[in-house]
């Protein structure tokens, strides 16, 4: 969860921005869920100042109620920058959602990963979630006008390229239903054993570089939610060395300008955007 406290200006949106990266990077490098909460903290935060900012980790704030100040502090998970929020709770939203919000006068934006809308793929990733859960989840942030952000994975295990798109693409569509105002589309990727298990046996096969564009090229023609493609370490899905650099800087400028850019064709691989 990230939060932007009173001031929501551009700085704290590029901090959000980091610390979304950094925690998609915790996500690539342990894999989870399914490990300590505080692992996953104590990770973010080694993130966090490898990419320049200040951290404080369990930082106290104390609660005034009725003009005695409690005992027991408000601990924040961590703070970045001295603006930024993060929560590592897995299950956070729920009435801690409402302590946060009585406590800091900002608008909240909250990160909840989808993953994918196949409720079969979805029960098998093993990330204690239903889409049920999801929509109920979303319903209780709409109520409270709480922005939400979602991750979308493109092809993750048990899917063929084809399957993997068209549920990249229902899963778009089932996030901007549950009024998420950011969907990051990340194409999935070992690193973390057990997708090359999965591979190993012929469960999974990371999407092609043509489906990430494809889906991207969907979700924005939907023109609802903001969709960015996560172009961490892309050359891996690429097959493709010369049209490879300006495909990425394509996807790149789609990230920031939201908007569908003319396809980039390839005399070498025949390749078209389009
Ligand atoms: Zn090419």
């Not at 090229?217 to 690429?238: I, K, M, P, T």
Request: with cysteine; net charge negative.
């Amino acid at each position: 969860m990230t939060v932007d406290p009173p001031f929501t200006g551009p700085v704290e949106n590029r901090i959000s921005g980091i610390v979304i990266d950094a925690a998609l990077e915790v996500h690539r490098t342990l894999g989870g869920p399914g490990l300590l909460e505080s692992l996953y903290e104590e990770a973010l935060a080694c993130e966090l100042k490898l990419r320049g900012l200040d951290v404080k980790r369990q930082w106290p704030v104390p609660v005034v109620y009725k003009g005695n100040q409690l005992k027991d502090d408000l601990r924040l998970d961590l703070l970045v920058a001295d603006r930024v929020i993060v929560e590592c709770h897995p299950a956070l939203v729920g009435s801690r959602v409402d302590r946060f919000q009585e406590l800091l006068n900002g608008r909240l934006e909250i990160a909840v990963g989808l993953e994918t809308a196949n409720p079969r793929v979805l029960a098998i990733l093993n990330k204690g979630m239903t889409t049920d859960d999801f929509a109920r989840a979303a319903d209780y942030l709409h109520a409270r006008e709480i922005d939400l952000r979602t991750f979308i994975l493109l092809r993750p295990p048990f899917m063929t390229e084809e399957a993997g798109v068209e549920w990249a693409h229902r899963s778009l569509d089932f996030a901007w239903n549950c009024g998420a105002r950011v969907c990051a589309l990340i194409p999935t990727r070992g690193g973390n054993g057990a997708l090359e298990k999965l591979a190993a046996e012929g469960f999974f096969h990371p999407p092609k570089l043509t489906s990430i564009e494809s889906t991207v090229e969907y979700g924005l023609n939907l023109r609802r939610s903001l969709v960015f493609a996560d172009l961490w370490d892309l050359e891996q899905f690429a097959d493709c060395n010369d049209c490879f650099p300006r495909r990425r800087d394509r996807l790149a400028e789609m990230n920031l300008s939201q908007t569908v850019l003319p396809p980039i064709d390839c005399q070498r691989c025949g390749h078209s955007a389009a």
